[in-house]
């Protein structure tokens, strides 16, 4: 399959990306936006009206494709899965994933049985990601009376990775890229091509109790949990007396006010670049309808929904 379709929920609003992959280059064949009448959080049972609207959400996007989706990836928010880097010094595929496993269940609080439990080799580095089965079944539910029986679930700060390779905004340097949801902040970082880091952090304390949103922050005590955040990923320093950013470029997306809110928090580290990631940079966008090219404009807000399509396509190619 030569086509994919990247679907992020980000809060209350749904995104949706279809690239198409050519002996040439990327085509982008559809961008959709729309808002959800209630976000949906990671606890269970999910409530009839968030179900509803959830499966309209996906009906109107998909709509928008001319012919098929090709490849399905999902990615629903921060809350919906587990992330956390470990060491990897096995060789073969079948004992890195007992491995990796492992590890993972020794972080998980529930058996393994509840978790699809996956990872990204990069060196001597895995980066795995826990999802329960309960998630995938919930999206099995949605999706199947609009006729989609296969799809896979992926994590946020992946898609962004690979949003960084589509728009090939790596040219051999360390590079990183953050984007700014809600309540969520996205983190990856490369090296000549090859992940480094990733991460998601909550800005909000989650409430568990009775499947409650998460509970209100003040704006001065999320200002200071997200500068905090951005000196753990950024600041390079080995020494207290040294000043530099470990990253000489900084790539942000999102909606414009976020963007622009935490350029000026990562502009308080001296060095980095701070650029807007452009997603579809290198893609042929030629063959987006024109009733969609006016979110081009805002592209960067597509940039997880676009890495997640990627994704596929460049793992199909291996």
Known sequence: MNRATGIHIDGDVLRLA?????????????????????????????????????????????????GTPGAIVLSLGGGFFHLQRTPLELALSEDRQEHVTWEAMQTMVDPANRYIVDYVAAGRTAFWTAIRKEVLEFCSELLLPLRVNQFRLE????????????????NGSRVAAIMAGHPWLYFAAAESGNLISAEAVCLERPNVANGLPPERSNQNTIAEKTQATLRRWLDGRPHANQSRSGFP???????????????????????????????????????????????????SVFSIAAGLAYMELAKEQI
């Open 18 to 66: 279809c690239l198409e992959r050519t002996s040439a280059r990327y085509r982008l064949r559809a961008l959709f936006e729309c808002r959800l009448t209630s976000p949906i959080h990671p606890q269970w049972p999910v409530q009839p009206g968030v179900q509803r609207s959830l499966r309209e959400g996906f009906q109107h996007g998909l709509a928008q494709l001319r």
């Open 155 to 170: 994590v946020e700060p992946l898609g962004l990775f690979h949003a960084c390779l589509l728009a090939k905004s790596e």
């Open 249 to 299: 470029r900084v790539l942000l997306c999102g909606e414009d006010h976020r963007i622009a809110t935490l350029a000026q928090q990562v502009k308080m580290f001296q060095g980095p670049e701070v650029e807007t990631l452009v997603p579809f940079s290198n893609c042929t966008t030629e063959t987006l309808p024109d009733s969609q090219r006016c979110l081009l404009v805002s592209q």
